[in-house]
């Protein structure tokens, strides 16, 4: 069918051939194409969410704050 969007060819090989083998037994109805598009926006999905799990962290991270020699009074009160 005639389109003007970007066509990406893909060989099916090792890993990606098991991969969408399995696929294709859970959703039977779909085409390969749908399956591998389907793959895609699953990856991207997870990728973002990592991405924004780790941003959170990295904003999170050094925002506790202990007072000077916290750990030294810590130290006092452990019996010798």
Known sequence: MPTIKQ??????TGDLERILDAQARLHPDL???ALVAMLVERGHAASTE?????????GL?????????YLGGLREEWPD
Request: proline residues 7%.
């Open 50 to 58: 990592a991405i924004g799990r780790e941003a959170l962290v990295r």
């Open 61 to 69: 991270a050094g925002t506790q704050s202990y007072p000077v020699d």
């Open 7 to 12: 066509r990406i060819t893909i060989t099916a």
């Open 31 to 33: 085409s390969p194409s």
